[in-house]
């Protein structure tokens, strides 16, 4: 095997070009996009990603810590603002480990910057796929620019490109191909928190802000040059929802009502939401990932969520990461039966990580504002703190860890039975850091 085509140079097509061009391969990154760092076209749109633990465990593998932990910024703390304006900070570890926040845009420029100085890497921009034969790795791809087509041959062809990628689409005309696509109720925005005149953060840079409203929230995460990127999660239709928000009255009234802390940050708010479009959230679900020994989905194209436990592409990073290591363990002779294991490892972990995601939005949005939250958390802090091997909380697991997420799941399970019972307890606010609870839990264990 020789010939690698990637289609899509996102956050995902990109680092695969570089664990595949460190083994030797001819690789060919094809994006339908203008390059992202001659243009701007992540204006409006410039979302901000935490990686955790297993995204750094790829980035690591890729040899590329050092030159990615200088474009991020560590977090180690949920920061929630209550309707007054009162901030509560929730560590996310008892070991003070952190998440770190970075651009997405950043993120993918600095990979691509590395991709290509690589000899055997080519990216060629502005090239949309159009069609692709799965049995032989043969792609077309339009010129977004000038209309002409290309076609190009390769042994092996990863669709890299995203939640609805071509690719998975022409997997979709085979028989016995698995696909559903679940929208929820809830789009969301991107707002900007811009930095003091002196380059300073306006609000503490190493915490993710959060302010749970139940049914929506705003979220900010710190970027590099002292601005905060905020993120709205908002029903598209209901009492508060973007269909009620028509003019800049309904959004002034509605924010200072809100989030009364926030909208004093936000000098651009009324720009920002009438200007930069509103995005909508889906779960993609499908099987196989792969298509004989030729082509395999990876990413987005493979596993898209909803972005509440912020591990989409960590997710993605861990793909690439776990077919790196399959080719180091066992060779690229026979490709189906290594496309096989890589579907077979990856599948109930993308399957999982989507009900994770979903599941942390309520925590996020509802339950983080609820006194029985914290109680939880000091509870389960604790059990932590005593018992490291026999009591992980499923935050750490997911974040901290490289537990495969379908176990995380399943103990989460576990756990939440367990702590359902005991925060029934008589008198467990009191009572809560006694032995009497510590026993209880670990006989229900
Ligand atoms: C609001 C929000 C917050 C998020 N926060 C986090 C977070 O904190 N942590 C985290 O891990 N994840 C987060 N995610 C998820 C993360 O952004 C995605 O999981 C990640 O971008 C997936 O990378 P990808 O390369 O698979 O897909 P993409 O980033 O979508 O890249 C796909 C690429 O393929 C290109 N493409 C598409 N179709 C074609 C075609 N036909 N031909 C050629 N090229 C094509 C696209 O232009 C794009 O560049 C978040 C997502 C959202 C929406």
Redesign the pocket.
Known sequence: MKNITI????????LLAIFLAKKGYNINV????PD?RKTNILAGRS??????HR?WNAIQAAGLEEEIKKITVPVYARITHDVHGNQTKHPYSIENKA?W?VS?GGL?AKLLDIAEKFPNVSLHFN????DVDLDHAYAT?EHTENGKNIDVAADLLFG????????RQKMMQKDRFNFSIEYIEHG?K?LVIPANIDGTHQLDKNGLHIWPRREFMLMA?ANTDGSFTC?L?FPYEGEHSFDKIKNENDLIHFFKEVFPDAIDLMPTLVHDFFENKT?S?AIVRCSPWVHKGKVAL????AH??V?F?????????EDCFVFNSLLEKIGDTDMESLLMDYHQLRKPNGDAIAELSLRNFIEMRHLVAEPSFMLRKKIEDKMQEKYPNKWLPLYSQVKFSNIPYHEALSTSKKHDEIMEKILTLESIEEKWNSTEIENKILNML
Do not use: H, Q, W
């Open positions: 289609v899509g140079g996102g956050l995902v097509g990109s094809y994006e339908r996009r992202l979302i901000n990603l935490v990686i955790s995204g998440i926040s997405r993918n090239y949309k796929c159009t791809f890299a490109d995203g939640a609805y990628s071509l690719v969301y991107e995460l993120t999660f995005s959230l990876i990413g987005d194209a898209a969520i972005p436990y912020g591990e989409g592409m960590n997710c993605g990073f």
